[in-house]
């Protein structure tokens, strides 16, 4: 069973920057895709961005230009670079592993990101 999990949440300013990361307890190989979800309140879980094995991203439009997604293959590490941040980014982060021939879904814990004055 793949176990993720995700640090570098916190309060920050808008205007500010943040970098979440998530360690997989196991190599990821190319069949998995991994992403960033937020849950703000009030709302459903979303995708913010994802990417490839081989380093395709994807990113919600909400975010497109301030949020970078990265994986480090070897560490086992997902990264997720804020910058620009709005009070609309304020919601819980969760990392997420994706199997694609098998639809297996994993989910970190959450990260709380608050953006406020």
């Known amino acids: 069973q793949v176990q993720l999990v995700e640090s570098g949440g916190g309060l920050v300013q808008p205007g500010g920057s943040l970098r979440l990361s998530c360690e997989a307890s196991?190599?990821?190989?190319?069949?998995?895709?991994m992403g960033w979800y937020r849950q703000a309140p009030g709302k459903q879980r979303d995708m913010a961005a994802s990417?490839?094995?081989?380093?395709?991203?994807n990113y919600a439009d909400s975010v497109k230009g301030r949020f970078t997604i990265s994986r480090d293959n070897v560490k086992n590490i997902l990264y997720l670079q804020m910058n620009s941040l709005k009070p609309e980014d304020t919601a819980v982060y969760y990392c997420?592993?994706?199997?694609?021939?098998?639809?297996?879904?994993?989910w970190g814990q959450g990260t709380q990101v608050t953006v406020s004055s």
């Open positions: 990417i490839t094995w081989a380093g395709a991203t």
């Open positions: 997420n592993a994706h199997r694609l021939g098998r639809a297996n879904d994993y």
């Open positions: 196991e190599r990821l190989f190319s069949n998995y895709v």
